[in-house]
């Protein structure tokens, strides 16, 4: 193998590489919605990179002329499509900044309608790129008599976009932000020093390709390499609404797991490919063996070093995040709670020798069976026939259902079982009931039964009020959500907005409902969860204004939204007796049956007499006006003062805001 061989397999690698890590890009931005003008068009750039780099790599594969034309006319789809993308992120990029769009809005467009006519040029004609020539390692297209007219037009297009990340640089007010247009300014060269023809312009004879050329070509790809990997690590963070740390967690971590694993897995291969006739064994037993064994290794080593390259790259570095990372670590969940309660009852039952045992936690709603060990006959009878709420002594000895508890030592004797509250720490509070089966008529443990079942009830009562302690920092977190989302979301508008954006009055609410179809689908997402779910605890209505009213007689954010929701759809309720087949109730009656009570599609679908399909249009146009009952509702809110709004009172939903529908 010659050393132009060498180095033509070296450039192919980290075309290949390229190829790899730009549509990883694309990916992760797929999975992150194209919301954002700076995600879609930087997209858009990375996968007419991708595919001019990928065709160049198909063409050094072809073996005649005629495929090779082929793959070289589809390469222009790249080329000819750089220049507008790349004016497109560029006025992406200074629109967030500040910068009225006014004339720049249309010349995007133009952009796109000058490159779509190149690519038709090139593709059905030879005026911009004429006839295929080989050279010694690869064939390229000769330039046709407009290929002059196209490198004004790429070239001058490349040199405004770059004058437009300057102004979006010089706009730009805080360190942070300076710093990262200042990278993406660098780096904004990369498309179309990577993809424009070059060869092109060379002579149409058979000729070996210069020496000289291929270091080129691979220092040049190295430096295109490490800019569009300096534009995903700056344009990432653009408008994300999430904190920077977690951004880069996320993105780093990709990284490692589909783009750096899918490079050394090629690597591995084009080794091994070359080199098994050295290990003697056929090509594709040592590739099978040897990709699989490098598929695993790889995932190992992102396993096992992922907590050290953490720190090594300082994403997670934050104290605070390493406190809450512990906490999701060490958290008592509820199958936990049942798992180590399940547990002490069957030693319970091996140490007392007794079939069955319980334990329920005292809660608002009443008495809650946790965990149970053995057969519970009629558990409802232990709830209802007993008031559990009366286990002090002093409580006990006035309460009139205190008489069904007779007390004997530490235990109560109800019915069939042995009874012994489980109190917190301080002893001041009941938590729970431990029941054993009664072996005995009187509790008859004798010195080491007694003190094995003290240590058991002290580990029951321990679990039932950390887990209390939990739910109490779970509720009060869940309060937080809305806040810090909205401050979250504030710092990511006030990156570019500056003042006008810390001042203003209206906070977030107006951008919720900018957009009807996107406020519409925010509602079918909390209805959809409107029994429980993340969609419904941290959903962006949490920060509207009749929410936050609302909370004043809710104790969650997530209460006070259902609580909105079910008006509502209330409002959505005709005069009059209700009715299962009359037109005018069909839209009520697919909300409450579908979202208040959870029916199931085809339950309600034969309880409503129509179709499947049917329903899930009627369910639409229902949705539609349950959103715009909220969104009147909180544009009344918003136009009254604060004077006018009662802070005690949570938000009124009256009638007449169903005029306007």
């Given at each position: 193998?010659?050393?132009?061989?060498?180095?033509?397999?070296?450039?192919?690698?980290?075309?290949?590489?390229?190829?790899?890590?730009?549509?990883?890009?694309?990916?992760?931005?797929?999975?992150?919605?194209?919301?954002?003008?700076?995600?879609?068009?930087?997209?858009?750039?990375?996968?007419?990179?991708?595919?001019?780099?990928?065709?160049?790599?198909?063409?050094?594969?072809?073996?005649?002329?005629?495929?090779?034309?082929?793959?070289?006319?589809?390469?222009?789809?790249?080329?000819?499509?750089?220049?507008?993308?790349?004016?497109?992120?560029?006025?992406?990029?200074?629109?967030?900044?500040?910068?009225?769009?006014?004339?720049?809005?249309?010349?995007?467009?133009?952009?796109?309608?000058?490159?779509?006519?190149?690519?038709?040029?090139?593709?059905?004609?030879?005026?911009?790129?004429?006839?295929?020539?080989?050279?010694?390692q690869t064939f390229h297209l000769l330039a046709g008599p407009l290929f002059p007219l196209f490198t004004f037009y790429f070239w001058s297009v490349s040199i405004t976009s770059i004058y437009n990340v300057w102004r979006a640089r010089q706009r730009c007010i805080t360190s942070t932000t300076r710093r990262r247009m200042t990278t993406t300014f660098l780096a904004f060269m990369a498309a179309p020093l990577a993809v424009f023809p070059y060869l092109v312009t060379s002579g149409d004879a058979r000729q070996d390709v210069p020496f000289i050329l291929w270091p080129v070509l691979i220092i040049g790809n190295l430096v295109v390499g490490i800019m569009f990997a300096l534009l995903t690590s700056n344009l990432i963070y653009f408008d994300a609404a999430s904190p920077d740390r977690v951004v880069r967690v996320r993105l780093y971590k990709y990284m490692a797991r589909v783009p750096l694993a899918g490079t050394i897995v090629l690597l591995v291969y084009v080794l091994v490919n070359r080199s098994s006739r050295l290990l003697g064994l056929p090509a594709e037993t040592a590739l099978g063996f040897t990709l699989v064994a490098t598929v695993m290794l790889v995932e190992w080593a992102v396993h096992v070093f992922k907590r050290p390259l953490e720190r090594l790259f300082q994403l997670n570095d934050d104290p605070d995040v390493r406190r809450i990372q512990e906490l999701g670590e060490r958290i008592?969940?509820?199958?936990?709670?049942?798992?180590?309660?399940?547990?002490?009852?069957?030693?319970?039952?091996?140490?007392?020798?007794?079939?069955?045992?319980?334990?329920?936690?005292?809660?608002?709603?009443?008495?809650?069976?946790?965990?149970?060990?053995?057969?519970?006959?009629?558990?409802?009878?232990?709830?209802?026939?007993?008031?559990?709420?009366?286990?002090?002594?002093p409580e006990a000895e006035n309460d009139t259902t205190a008489a069904q508890l007779q007390t004997m030592g530490t235990f109560i004797v109800w019915q069939n079982f042995w009874i012994r509250p489980l109190y917190s720490r301080k002893g001041d509070v009941v938590l729970g009931i431990l029941g054993i089966w009664a072996r005995a008529a009187v509790p008859d443990l004798n010195a080491d039964e007694q003190a094995m079942l003290e240590k058991l009830i002290a580990q029951a009562s321990e679990a039932l009020?950390?887990?209390?302690?939990?739910?109490?920092?779970?509720?009060?977190?869940?309060?937080?959500?809305?806040?810090?989302?909205?401050?979250?979301?504030?710092?990511?508008?006030?990156?570019?907005?500056?003042?006008?954006?810390?001042?203003?009055?209206?906070?977030?609410?107006?951008?919720?409902?900018?957009?009807?179809?996107?406020?519409?689908?925010?509602?079918?997402?909390?209805?959809?969860?409107?029994?429980?779910?993340?969609?419904?605890?941290?959903?962006?209505?949490?920060?509207?204004?009749?929410?936050?009213?609302?909370?004043?007689?809710?104790?969650?954010?997530?209460?006070?939204?259902?609580?909105?929701?079910a008006s509502a759809i209330e409002?959505?309720?005709?005069?009059?007796?209700?009715?299962?087949?009359?037109?005018?109730?069909?839209?009520?009656?697919?909300?409450?049956?579908?979202?208040?009570?959870?029916?199931?599609?085809?339950?309600?679908?034969?309880?409503?007499?129509?179709?499947?399909?049917?329903?899930?249009?009627?369910?639409?146009?229902?949705?539609?006006?349950?959103?715009?009952?909220i969104?009147?509702?909180?544009?009344?809110?918003?136009?009254?003062?604060?004077?006018?709004?009662?802070?005690?009172?949570?938000?009124?939903?009256?009638?007449?805001?169903?005029?306007s529908l």
């Open positions: 193998m010659t050393l132009p061989d060498v180095l033509a397999l070296i450039n192919d690698v980290l075309q290949a590489v390229i190829v790899i890590f730009g549509s990883a890009v694309v990916l992760y931005n797929v999975g992150r919605g194209f919301r954002s003008q700076i995600t879609s068009a930087f997209s858009a750039l990375i996968t007419f990179v991708v595919i001019a780099y990928l065709t160049e790599l198909l063409v050094s594969r072809a073996i005649i002329s005629n495929s090779a034309e082929t793959w070289l006319r589809l390469e222009w789809v790249g080329i000819a499509m750089v220049p507008a993308t790349q004016y497109h992120l560029s006025d992406a990029l200074l629109s967030m900044t500040g910068a009225p769009p006014q004339r720049r809005k249309h010349f995007v467009v133009v952009g796109y309608v000058i490159s779509i006519a190149f690519l038709f040029l090139v593709l059905w004609t030879n005026l911009v790129a004429g006839h295929v020539v080989q050279l010694a008592l969940t509820t199958g936990d709670l049942h798992q180590l309660l399940e547990s002490i009852l069957a030693a319970t039952c091996e140490a007392l020798r007794t079939p069955t045992a319980f334990v329920a936690a005292i809660t608002r709603d009443g008495p809650q069976l946790e965990a149970v060990v053995g057969p519970l006959t009629e558990p409802e009878a232990i709830w209802h026939e007993a008031d559990w709420y009366a286990l002090t002594p009020e950390d887990r209390i302690l939990q739910q109490e920092v779970f509720r009060a977190v869940e309060g937080l959500l809305p806040g810090v989302t909205a401050l979250q979301e504030r710092r990511r508008a006030a990156t570019f907005g500056g003042l006008p954006v810390l001042t203003g009055a209206d906070g977030p609410t107006p951008a919720l409902l900018a957009d009807a179809e996107e406020f519409s689908n925010l509602v079918r997402d909390a209805l959809t969860h409107y029994w429980g779910g993340p969609k419904l605890t941290q959903s962006p209505l949490l920060r509207l204004q009749i929410v936050q009213r609302a909370m004043t007689e809710h104790d969650t954010p997530a209460n006070a939204l259902r609580a909105i929701l409002l959505q309720k005709p005069e009059g007796e209700r009715n299962l087949t009359r037109a005018e109730w069909l839209l009520y009656n697919i909300l409450e049956l579908k979202f208040i009570q959870g029916g199931r599609v085809r339950d309600v679908a034969r309880r409503l007499a129509m179709s499947e399909s049917d329903l899930y249009r009627k369910q639409r146009v229902a949705i539609e006006n349950v959103a715009h009952t969104a009147n509702l909180e544009k009344e809110a918003l136009e009254s003062s604060p004077e006018e709004a009662n802070p005690e009172e949570p938000a009124v939903i009256h009638r007449e805001a169903m005029t």
